[in-house]
């Protein structure tokens, strides 16, 4: 029988890890650091590449004592029947809150910028039902768009932040000391710490890999993309504007890129590459959020038919999104969110990892 999601090359592995973690970060999330951080709001996106790197080694760690399990089924082996299924539950919810919440903020970037006229069920239906149709492809097939779009996203990215290089004057990022220490342990800059939320589709991903080699060194070279795109993206606005002006911007980002005038081109600005980039990435982030649930909810009640299961989550998603939310909700939402999801992916796989450690030591 052909399975529903064949297994996926290293190579495409790296490519979905990327664009998974760029997501849709570079907007929204560097202003809520200008107003806690300031001219320093870099050392959050630096900390959280340093925490992920660690949750990292945790989750490739802990998915190699068990190759052929996905979190869920290994988790309640470990933790036992419900206190593990209770932790697959949060799991499952923070996976799935991640794609939802993804939607909302391409909704707010996209439509209410690019697209207002557009009515908003229509384009999340085009948007949720091409992904849920590419993954009921299969895995693979998921995995082998992303080798075709992934050197655009990256000729792309870079366009967009050579350009506003023009523009930078970065002894606005001066002084680089005397930051206000108090500030880091707000909740908005705690929160910060869970932007590569990407990272942990590996828990599901893991047992589909060809070739599981060296996983630990590739998924940090793919992390680290990411990084550097989204240090970018919280750093130009600041070189370009300061921190106080960057920080009354609700997409810096976006403002800062509008500031770069082409005058050797056809087309003065841009501005109109980001639209086409973050469609794409929201399909990968949208794409990797339901392939984890439907991982996830199979493997947590037994369901054999994935591609019915996967239709009913889009559909629900679907429904979902069609309740509009201002960008303070969803800001606030995603404070919520990103603290448990710190708590479920850092704290407690670290505490898992490391009592198996200590079990394999005793057993030696």
């Known amino acids: 029988m052909r399975e529903p999601f064949p297994r996926i090359s ?10 998974a973690n760029i997501c849709l970060t570079p907007f929204g999330f560097p202003t809520l650091l200008y107003k806690e951080l300031e001219q320093h709001a870099w050392i959050s996106p630096l900390a ?27 988790s309640r082996q470990i933790l036992g ?33 690019q ?8 384009t999340s239906l085009l948007l949720i039902g091409g992904v849920v149709y590419l993954l009921m492809q299969g895995l693979e097939g998921f995995a082998r768009f ?50 590569f939320r990407g990272i942990f589709i590996v828990y599901f991903l893991f047992k589909y890999l060809n070739d599981k080699k060296r996983l630990l060194p590739l998924s ?16 130009l606005p600041i070189a370009i504007y300061g921190a106080q002006a960057a920080s009354k911007f609700i997409y810096p980002y976006q403002e ?13 600005k841009l501005t109109f590459l980001t639209p086409m980039l973050w469609q794409i990435v929201i399909v990968y982030v949208l794409g990797s959020s339901l392939f984890c649930a439907t991982e996830g909810l199979s493997s947590l009640f037994n369901i054999k038919n994935k591609k019915r299961l996967l239709i009913i989550i889009g559909v629900v998603t679907w429904l ?15 404070m919520v969110w990103s603290i448990a999801g710190l708590l479920i992916f850092t704290l407690i796989p670290t505490l898992l990892w490391a009592g198996l450690s200590i079990r394999r030591l005793l057993k030696s």
């Open 10 to 19: 290293r190579q495409q592995f790296f490519f979905i890890f990327a664009i």
């Open 48 to 74: 959280a590449y340093v925490l992920t790197i660690w949750n990292l080694l945790v989750a490739i760690s802990l998915a190699r004592q068990f190759p052929d399990q996905n979190i869920v089924e290994w």
């Open 81 to 113: 029947k419900w206190i593990g299924g209770l932790f697959s539950i949060c799991v499952i919810v923070i996976l799935y809150f991640w794609g939802v919440s993804m939607i909302w903020a391409f909704m707010l970037l996209i439509m209410f910028t």
């Open 115 to 122: 697209l207002a006229h557009t009515p908003i069920y229509f």
């Open 146 to 195: 992303a080798e075709l779009v992934f050197l655009f996203l990256i000729a792309g990215f870079i366009a967009i932040n050579a350009v506003q290089f023009t523009n930078a004057d970065f002894n606005r990022l001066l002084p680089v000391g005397g930051f206000p220490l108090d500030n880091l342990i707000k909740p908005d800059v705690i929160a910060s710490l869970f932007v």
């Open 220 to 235: 940090i070279y793919s992390l680290s993309i990411a990084f550097v795109e989204i240090l970018l993206a919280t750093v």
């Open 256 to 268: 800062s890129l509008s500031s770069v005038s082409i005058e050797w081109l056809p087309f003065e």
């Open 320 to 334: 979902i999104v069609m309740y509009q939310v201002s960008y303070m909700q969803l800001s606030q939402m995603i």
